[in-house]
């Protein structure tokens, strides 16, 4: 398997002024293809160190992917620095310069002067047009590596890798991607997972792997290009089994579930039964109705979401004001009764509610921070939860409206997605 070092350039991410997606997202790509991905590194926008990564970089991986530095201000020193590091003069790319030309007629502006640096590219590169933006690309071979220069802007840098670079990376190595499965859970804990798989038979050239991404976590099988469908089979329906409920998709492996995010699966299973959904939000704020309508193709099942965050929203919704004053805002008996009315007022198939305390303040002995009561009206009747979560405000918005839509999951009872015995004809 080649490996592939990712090397990102800038001030601004190596303060942690920027978050460096860049890398996240090479390294999928990277994985995806084949390749061992042996390290990240930033670098500061400064020529000597600039110069030191990339020889030390070209040394130590047969692919790297550098991006950032290609603009045209003082402090893109991409060019500058492979010229130092490599022994490469800067020539001037008459290609590259006209394309730069262009892009600004295109938009009716005139090119500013700095745009000229950009052209100034390293003796015998590779030039790696931009259709995407002004800063043109370069890859070159030095020490015992291929390196690709690529923008720093995502926009730009994504589909220049995928339709610039990748073709020659097919043809320069030997590429076996291996497979990825993933079992996507909601409702259980990191630690709990880990627990619950600590001593499942992992066959050799499996590594098995963790991701949280609130509110999901995620179990990982990354394989060799030569472990069998049957061995990759068998080990994902050994995961399903163990997880048990919490798992809501596979991916990865035969006639899948369908994969996606909580709310796509949500989605997906409420359109398939012909049913829909309303909500009626207190402590979320919102949240909850963004999460599912951020699902393409939401309107067929999303009817309508409201912010009832004062009591006085709350009675125009349909809560008793007498309910209020007795048991307060966050309770099960309010809870209820806005799942029940927003279902009423909607015509939805389900009604579902969250009222609790997000914080930092609000908080009290009997109803501490973090207290939410989730609540869901359907055909079945009304049911609801109280749950205490950690964390900030942010936090506590994020998983009670993760756990209303678990608690829409578990009345619409899923079923979870083992792996089929074989592939589909």
């Known amino acids: ?36 991905v042996v390290g990240h590194a930033a670098v500061p926008d400064r020529l000597p160190d600039l110069v030191a990564a990339l020889r030390r970089v070209a040394g130590e991986a047969d692919l790297v992917v ?3 530095g290609l603009g045209p201000t003082a402090d893109d020193l991409t060019a500058e620095a492979v010229a ?45 047009d931009n259709a995407w933006g002004t800063a043109p690309g370069f890859g070159l071979a030095a020490g015992v590596a291929w390196l690709a220069f690529l923008p720093g802007v995502p926009r730009e840098m994504r589909p220049m890798f995928d339709e610039r670079v990748v073709p020659g990376l097919h043809e320069r190595f030997s590429l076996r991607p291996g497979r990825l499965v993933t079992v996507r859970t909601i409702g259980i804990a990191e630690a709990e ?34 472990i ?49 959904v309303a909500v009626a939000e207190s402590c979320t704020g919102g949240r909850l109705a963004a999460a599912l309508t951020g699902v393409a193709g939401a309107s067929a099942w999303f009817l309508e979401g409201r912010v009832t965050y004062a009591n006085e929203a709350k009675v125009r919704l349909g809560v008793s004001a007498d309910m209020l004053a007795a048991v307060g805002a966050v309770s ?11 279902r009423a007022k909607s015509g939805a198939t389900y009604g579902l509610a969250t009222t609790g305390i997000a914080g930092p303040g609000g908080g009290s002995e009997e109803k501490p921070v973090g207290t939410v009561w989730l609540a869901l009206a359907g055909p079945q009747g009304t049911t609801a939860r109280r749950i205490r979560l950690p964390g900030d405000r942010d ?3 994020q998983l009670a409206a993760a756990g209303a839509m678990d608690l829409l999951r578990r009345q619409l009872d899923f079923t979870p997605p083992h792996p089929p015995d074989r592939s589909p004809p």
């Not at 070092?5 to 997202?25: K, R």
């Not at 099960?332 to 927003?342: F, G, K, M, P």
Request: charged share 25%.
């Open 1 to 36: 398997m080649p490996t592939a070092h990712i090397l990102s350039q800038g001030d601004e991410v190596v303060t942690g002024q920027v978050v460096d997606t860049n890398a996240a997202w090479l390294a999928t790509r990277l994985i995806d293809l084949g390749f061992d």
């Open 66 to 68: 550098c991006t950032g």
């Open 84 to 128: 130092g590091a490599f022994g490469r003069p800067l020539i001037f790319d008459v290609v590259a310069m006209a394309a730069i030309e262009a892009r600004y007629a295109a938009v009716g502006r005139p090119m500013p002067e700095a745009n000229r640096k950009q052209a100034w590219l390293p003796e015998g590169c590779v030039r790696i």
């Open 193 to 226: 997972i880990q627990e619950r798989l600590r001593d499942l038979p992992m066959p050799e050239g499996v590594a098995l792997g963790f991701r949280t991404t609130l509110p999901e976590n995620h179990v990982k099988l990354r394989t060799h290009s030569d």
């Open 228 to 276: 069998s469908d049957e061995v990759l089979r068998d080990l994902a329906r050994q995961v399903v089994q163990r997880l048990g409920s919490s798992v809501f998709t596979v991916e990865g492996v035969g006639a899948e579930a369908g994969g996606g995010s909580f709310p796509e699966v949500l989605g997906r299973t409420l359109l398939a039964r012909g049913e829909t």
């Open 332 to 342: 099960e008996e309010v809870a209820r009764s806005l799942a029940e009315s927003i």
């Open 395 to 397: 936090r506590v918005q």
